[in-house]
């Protein structure tokens, strides 16, 4: 018997044909044997059949499976039956029954062509727009004799009589005009005419006023003003009887049609934006809806301390339903490129320094690519430079399978022909979740870890209830793996949405059969999860890849004693293929989770300090606030610094004097609501170590929102309902650093 003992490759087949091998040659290799590359059933048994390089059969040891021999025969070692090896393993192409594709959810997607548009979100608050104030000053002194505008908030539209003024110095000059007019027999161009009407015009009256007196020719005691524009009375300083002076505001009248919200831009965003893009806004106050605008300025300097600008967007507000001051979340649009080849984000797998998809043959097949994208576009998709002609069907769902499937054809066809000389060389292959080619642990926030964590806890309470021979859930797990992907950014949150895809696929009730069946598949999704970003080590052991040769099927567990939750008959039988990686050290790009928690911490300690200063009217002390995340923002890098950033820009707008009667109430806590948002935006990407539970907290009598320690309510916007409120949520607490 010639045995090729190929020790070179022996570790990578350990790791990528055991783990990968064992749980797909049950669904896998018997669809290859069924379908033919073309996607048609193959005549006669393919059993009989066994992989060949050029022309020769080869069978394979299922338990040592680096042993590949020319001819049948049993397994030097473990004495275990050898088994010809499927050629359809040693194509680059994958093929599986369509019915197995079905039963895994493989879903695909077509490839398109569009204009490949981006979407930057910002946050921002309404203001009014400044060409629509409009003053009402007087240039002379009077009193006022009828008010007929007398609260503010009031709508009145251009011409409407704001109130009657009595003014010696008008009355005079109107007595004036009409000697001037001489009973309408001066004429038009008479020198003290056209002087008297400037006199009048200057004094504050209006052409209709002007004409109405000639017409008329009698001069009103009291002269009505009117209001110069259409809007909203946001200023009334009058009231019926009192004496005014010239240069005196009595009102300011908003045109609210229109409404500018400020937002901060980065200055890596920049690139992406110019006046005139086009943008939409949602506010808090308005759920549901949406409204349509422009951006109108972007601030022409960068401010050295934030690296960010000012911009400005306008939106049409016809039913003055967007008032001043709501927070508002806005998304510019940039379109990018016109035409360009757009694919699903979910159906680029990372491999590291490569980009992977399958796409779609039709007939059960799959053909794994290599592909080059550009930035990701609105929708959930990216821009494909190379790899993908439109009207392909990628899969979007089940492709961690088909990428260990590929893998493990991979490095076959390698072990046979080292050389490369098979077909499968011409498809490379991605690394499996067994593979030598390892990839780095991502660095995740601390919020994310936790939930990781929570994950690792629900999958190996499921695991240890196989064991014992009892029909567990998967609920909590798909529970976990949703919060894993909610919280996480890619890669980590699309391999967090296969495991709760493949948890979902065993339905609740099920039998200790079908929950088994399922946990195989879930378990290569956990690995691969865990392998991009690892959960906390248990203090039992770390978590190994575990392979049952009996069943053919893997598992995840604590420590290298075997624990097979596939028959408590062979509770031991298995081997550990190899442990996972501990999470992503401190120096590994971004701080740890702990590290970062302390970090954030001196920002969430003086937030609450200001906050609690406010319940009780002292001092606000929104400087150390502002100090504090702007350190933060000098030592951080990406999301992180810039949330701290826009959390030191909202401190700065919060002024440090006292609340009660030197300073506005309503600046001071509507400029701590702006803050509170920008904290709980920090907060939530990066939780502050050490402090405990945060909550999000509403009033609803003033309808406004903070940020607090505990649950217990603290409303810093009136110490008169200091226990007025309701907690909303709590945010993830921050890991301690136990250094």
Known sequence: MKTFLLLLAAAALVL???????????????????????????????????????????????????IITTEPGNCPICGMKLEPIDPAKLAGEIAIDPVVVQNIGVRTTPVVRGPAV?????????????????DVNLRVSGWIVDLF?????????????????????????????????????APADDPLLGSARDRLLNLGLTESQIEALQEAGVTERNVPIVSP?????????????????????????????????????????????EVGQPAIMTVTGLPGETFEGELSFIDPTLDPRTRAVRARVAFENPQNRIKPGMFADVTIRHTAQEEAVLAPREAVVKTGTRELVFVAKGGGRFEPREVETAAGVAEGRVVVSSGLEPGEDVVTSGQFLLDSEASVRSSLARMVDPGGGTSASAAPASPAMGSMDARAPNTVSAAVQAELDRLAGAYLTVQAGLIRGEASGLGPIAEAAGAVADAADAPVAGLAAAVRGAADRVPAGADLAAVRGGFDALSLTVVDLFEAAPPTPSGEGPYAVSYCPMVEKNWLQVGEAIRNPYDPSMLTCGSVLRTLPAPAAPGAGAASAPAAGEAVRPVAEAFLRLQENLTRNEPAGAAAVADAARSLAAEAGGRTAELAAAVAEAADRVPADRVPADADPATVRGAFEELSLAAVALFEAAAPAGIGPLAVAHCPMVDKDWLQAGSAIRNPYDPSMLTCGTVLRTLPEGAADAR
């Open 16 to 66: 990528v044909g055991v783990f990968a091998a064992g749980p797909i040659r049950g669904a896998f290799s018997a669809a290859g044997d069924a379908v033919s590359p073309d996607g048609q059933p193959k005549a006669g048994d393919a059993g009989e059949a066994g992989g060949s390089a050029g022309g020769v059969t080869l069978y394979q040891s299922g338990m040592h499976p680096w």
């Open 118 to 134: 981006q979407t930057l979100r910002t946050v921002g608050t309404v203001g009014v727009a400044e060409p629509n104030v409009h």
């Open 149 to 185: 505008v007398d609260y503010e908030g009031a709508e009145v539209e251009a011409g409407d009589e704001l109130f009657t003024l009595y003014s010696p110095q008008l009355y005079a000059a109107a007595e004036e005009f009409l000697l001037a007019v001489d009973g309408g027999s």
């Open 229 to 273: 524009a259409t809007g909203t009375v946001t200023q009334k300083n009058a009231n019926e009887g009192m004496n005014v002076e010239p240069g005196m505001r009595v009102f300011r009248i908003v045109d609210l049609s229109t409404v500018w919200v400020q937002v901060t831009l980065y200055e890596s965003q920049l690139g992406s934006v």
